[in-house]
């Protein structure tokens, strides 16, 4: 089994900046890929920003510009670094994990989510 364990939510005002952090452990032979998902209420979860081994980066077109993702293989922890963020950012972020075993089988993990929330 895979545990990821996320934080760094919170309330931040409109323009702030915010850093998600997000840990793998556990059962982990290879990581594929690393990423974050968000749901606002009343929408559907919706990629923010995903980073696939060996692969381009790719960022949903409204955090283009504002969003980074990054990752530490020797950690297996990502991280999504936000700034000048905006009252559409306000949802729950996931991080979610694409893990290989030997066999080259995928399977996907999902964080707890963490509550990012901006307002003035």
């Known amino acids: 089994q895979v545990q990821l364990v996320e934080s760094g ?3 931040v005002q ?5 850093r998600l952090s ?3 452990s556990g059962s982990i032979f290879s990581i594929y890929a690393m990423g974050w998902y968000r749901q606002a209420p009343g929408k559907q979860r ?8 060996g692969g ?3 960022y ?4 283009k510009g ?25 949802a729950v972020y996931y991080c979610n994990v694409v893990v290989e075993n030997s066999w080259r089988v995928r ?3 999902w964080g707890q989510g963490t509550q990012v929330t901006v307002s003035s």
């Open 9 to 11: 939510g919170g309330l």
């Open 14 to 18: 409109p323009g702030g900046s915010l």
């Open 22 to 24: 997000c840990a793998a």
């Open 46 to 53: 919706e990629l923010v920003a995903a980073m696939p081994r």
């Open 56 to 58: 381009s980066t790719n």
């Open 60 to 63: 949903a077109n409204s955090v």
């Open 66 to 90: 504002r969003f980074t993702i990054s990752r530490d293989n020797a950690k297996n922890t990502v991280y999504l670094q936000m700034t000048s963020l905006k009252p559409e950012d306000t």
């Open 107 to 109: 399977n996907d993990y």
